[in-house]
């Protein structure tokens, strides 16, 4: 992952343990989640019903879309349940000084 380009999204601290937050990244919405200590991130908008995920709700590795209720695993972007059939996009992360960094290439 070292030649990896990394784009400042926020402070550590702004993403609260076991929830999600919303931020605009280089002009894209990502959703930022902390589960069990770790931070992933993914596009904020759900491709089944165009509602955004960090207004939904996070059990452990998955956040359900707060318009259908259709689930993806925040770790890959993956469908875990229907009426969602497409992933969403993920992103590397990684944590320096403080802030969490994210590749968007």
Not at 27 to 49: K, P
Request: with cysteine; net charge negative; hydrophobic share 40%.
């Amino acid at each position: 992952m070292s030649d990896l380009q990394w784009t400042d999204a926020a402070a550590l601290d702004d993403v609260p343990a076991d929830d999600v937050i919303g931020v605009s990244v280089a002009g894209r919405e990502v959703a930022l989640y902390s589960v069990e200590g770790s931070v992933y991130a993914t596009d904020n908008i759900c491709t089944h019903g165009h509602a955004r995920l960090c207004e939904g709700f996070l059990e452990g590795h998955e956040i359900e879309c707060p318009l259908h209720q259709g689930r993806f695993d925040v770790r890959t972007g993956a469908p875990a349940c229907a009426p969602v059939t497409e992933a969403i996009r993920s992103y590397p992360v990684k944590i320096e000084g403080g802030r969490v960094f994210l590749s968007l290439g």
